[in-house]
Nanobody
Framework: QVQLVESGGGLVQAGGSLRLSCAGSGRTFSNYMMAWFRQAPGKERDFVAAITGSGRATYYADSVKGRFTISRDNAKSTVYLQMNSLKPEDTAVYYC????????????????????WGQGTQVTVSS
């Protein structure tokens, strides 16, 4: 497990873009699969996107596919979430999380399967 700190959230108009960052720690950052989740007020924490330790494979929730891009820079121990064409329904607190590296399987993208979590960063999209 590593310590994770999210940043980059803020207020944006519908159709706009934001780039979130999640800074990790340690030289073993590349050993971890990383993922983004989000939680809107009164809602469950939902999966958004995941990326393998090497960065060679990604997986997205249907709701964000084609609009969001997850990437990582292991030299900087950082994972990113580029969010384009934002919609009001994207409004939520966004969290990054890690788990032991492995294949990206849809059934595994549940909060229970992830270890360390950041503190979250608020994204608000106005219409």
């Amino acid at each position: 497990q590593v310590q994770l700190v999210e940043s980059g959230g803020g207020l944006v108009q519908a159709g706009g873009s934001l780039r979130l960052s999640c800074a990790g720690s340690g030289r073993t950052f590349s050993n971890y699969m990383m993922a983004w989740f989000r939680q809107a007020p009164g809602k469950e924490r939902d999966f958004v996107a995941a990326i393998t330790g090497s960065g060679r494979a990604t997986y997205y929730a249907d709701s964000v596919k084609g609009r969001f891009t997850i990437s990582r820079d292991n030299a900087k121990s950082t994972v990113y979430l580029q969010m384009n064409s934002l919609k009001p329904e994207d409004t939520a607190v966004y969290y990054c999380a890690d788990r032991t590296d492995g294949p990206l399987l849809r059934a595994w993208f549940r909060p229970t399967y992830f270890g360390s979590w950041g503190q979250g960063t608020q994204v608000t999209v106005s219409s």
